[in-house]
């Protein structure tokens, strides 16, 4: 009997050691576990935050982009509206000459039609040059407004 209690508590006190490396065991799992939580939070937290940082620069290129090229089209459609009222102008100067010219009485001389006519042919191929330019502006602001929206 006496070798039977001394086995008996010898079982318990192995169970308790058992329980109890078990439960320390655990302990530094658990801790390890959070640790590694931890880890992961903050390295999700700062490639979060990385990639915000990215998109933002992003933004501000395409930003500055669509500021450059709205700021091109504003003054190609300023120099277009001046060539508009530049060949009115000449259009109705060219009509007053050709009148004038038909007058036997006016002081307008042929030749001021003719240099007129001349004048609205050469205006005319820069409104021709203008719309090319226009044109190809047009083009690259299609391209980069498609970038854009890829971005987004």
């Known amino acids: ?18 329980g109890a490396g078990w439960q320390v065991n655990g302990w ?3 801790n390890k576990i959070t640790a590694l939580q931890k880890d992961y939070a903050e390295a999700a937290a700062k490639a979060s935050e990385e ?3 990215k998109e933002v620069a992003a933004q501000q ?22 060539a508009n009222r530049a060949s009115r102008g000449l259009r109705d100067q060219l009509a007053a000459a050709n009148r004038a010219a038909e007058n036997p009485d006016a002081t307008c001389k042929p030749d001021d039609a ?3 006519r001349l004048l609205l ?32």
């Open 51 to 53: 990639n915000r940082r």
């Open 121 to 152: 042919g050469e205006l005319s191929d820069l409104a021709f040059e203008s719309a090319g330019a226009a044109d190809a502006y047009a083009e690259q602001i299609r391209g980069l407004q498609e970038y854009v929206q890829s971005l987004r």
């Open 28 to 30: 530094r799992l658990g």
């Open 114 to 116: 003719a240099k007129l």
């Open 61 to 82: 290129r395409v930003d500055n982009i669509e500021a450059t090229h709205a700021e091109n089209i504003q003054q190609l459609e300023t120099r277009i509206a001046a």
């Open 1 to 18: 009997m006496f070798a039977n209690t001394k086995l008996i508590i010898a079982a318990v006190v192995i169970a308790f050691s058992f």
